[in-house]
């Protein structure tokens, strides 16, 4: 944990930096080398162990970023996700989850625990009294992700980790939607913090990776593990990721502010049935988002109204870029019922709240005005081709 960096915006630009003591160059150097000494060296290193110079580096500017005593690099988000949730799981064991998680991690839990003799329990809410009435005494942790994917709702951090250091539970957090900038888990109690690093870290839709925050105990409990699985990220890609993180800070909070502002007009806009926005004072969760987060995040979801066709209006976006993915410098936007959560089936969609026709929408660092633009224009083409086709 750095305690020489205080400034988010000078932890993301040097925290973890490698020095270039030959060239004195102003970046970290990469060290491509797949093979190190072992003879006469202090650490023997070699890149499924995650301790190449690059993959130490990034880390400790992430455990700075999120207020931990170590973190770890890995080659996805999902990596990070099932290499976590199986350090601290075994046969026999229970695991607690909230009712709404990524599509991708409801799938892990689902299609692969039974083969482990992992029991599992998602709650029916959010609420204390849910979380409790699923705890077993065989259950060794509780997972949550605030905000939420796709409906951004807000899990109380404090009240789950009260809970779970009632009964000796571990917790863990899937943090990406927030990113560090916004919001920083270790600050409520969470044991272990996750990113998909491909997003807001990475910020650019151009690498892979995951992440891993936590003490330093828990780290080298994931790391034991972590080096038999071997979900190592290469060094070119952990230096292009210490790059982007230069600049997430920036990045997310001009992804903060315009999300406001866009969300606010689509919730007076007659087209829009719905927005799922924690920075809106009609979202349910709004009063416990302030006080948990530092910023409302780049995310939010929303419904059309029942006449105008999902698809047809995504077709019909010039600048925002119907896509799978998310956090990038652009704007993005997708159904997650066919694709972040389309494995989940639609009956377990409609239990969690999914609409079929339901948009999230990545809001970028473009000007707001064009971003409004466009959603005004396609929303006019599909509502005249609409007509057209009545007629």
Not at 251 to 264: D, E, G, H, P, T
Not at 362 to 369: A, F, L, M
């Amino acid at each position: 944990m750095s305690t020489t960096y205080k400034g988010i915006h000078t932890i993301c630009t040097h925290a973890g930096q490698l020095i270039d003591e030959q060239h004195k160059g102003a970046v970290s150097p990469i060290y491509l080398s797949s093979s190190y000494a072992f003879m006469d060296v202090d650490v023997k290193r070699y890149p499924r162990y995650f301790n190449t110079p690059n993959q130490e580096g990034l880390s400790k500017k992430i455990a700075a970023l999120e207020k931990t005593e170590a973190a770890m690099i890995f080659g996805s988000g999902m990596a990070a996700v099932s290499t976590s949730l199986l350090s601290f799981l075994q046969s026999g064991d229970h695991i607690v989850l909230q009712q709404t998680l990524y599509g991708g991690t409801y799938n892990l839990v689902v299609e692969e625990f039974e083969k482990y003799g992992i029991k599992y329990t998602f709650t029916e809410d959010l609420s204390e009294s849910a979380f409790a009435k699923a705890i077993t005494p065989q259950t060794k942790v509780i997972y949550i992700e605030t905000p939420s994917n796709p409906l951004m709702k807000v899990t109380d951090m404090s009240m789950v980790t009260k809970l779970a250091k009632k009964h000796g539970i571990i917790t863990m957090i899937d943090n990406t939607f927030a990113s560090p900038i916004n919001q920083n888990p270790v600050d409520f109690g969470v044991d272990v913090i996750i990113h998909s690093a491909t997003k807001y870290m990475g910020g650019h839709s151009d690498i892979c990776a995951g992440a891993v925050a936590s003490s330093q105990e828990h780290i080298d409990k994931i790391w034991h593990l972590a080096k038999n699985l071997g979900g190592s990220l290469s060094d070119m890609t952990v230096w292009m990721l210490e790059r982007s993180m230069k600049t997430m800070s920036l990045r997310v909070k001009a992804q903060n502010k315009n999300a406001k502002k866009i969300a606010k007009w689509l919730e007076e806009k007659e087209e829009i049935s719905v927005v799922y926005y924690p920075g809106l004072k009609s979202h349910k969760d709004y009063h416990l988002a302030k006080k948990q987060m530092k910023g409302f995040g780049g995310m939010m979801s929303f419904e059309l109204a029942p006449h105008i066709d999902p698809e047809l209006f995504q077709k019909a976006l010039h600048l925002i870029k119907p896509s799978m993915s998310l956090a990038g410098v652009e704007s993005t936007m997708l159904s997650p019922a066919q694709t972040s959560h389309f494995l989940l089936g639609e009956e377990e969609r409609k239990k969690q709240g999914i609409a079929e026709g339901l948009i999230r929408f990545s809001v970028g660092i473009e000007d707001k005005e064009d971003l409004m633009a466009d959603i005004d224009q396609a929303l006019e083409a599909v509502i005249k081709k609409t007509v057209l086709v009545a007629d």
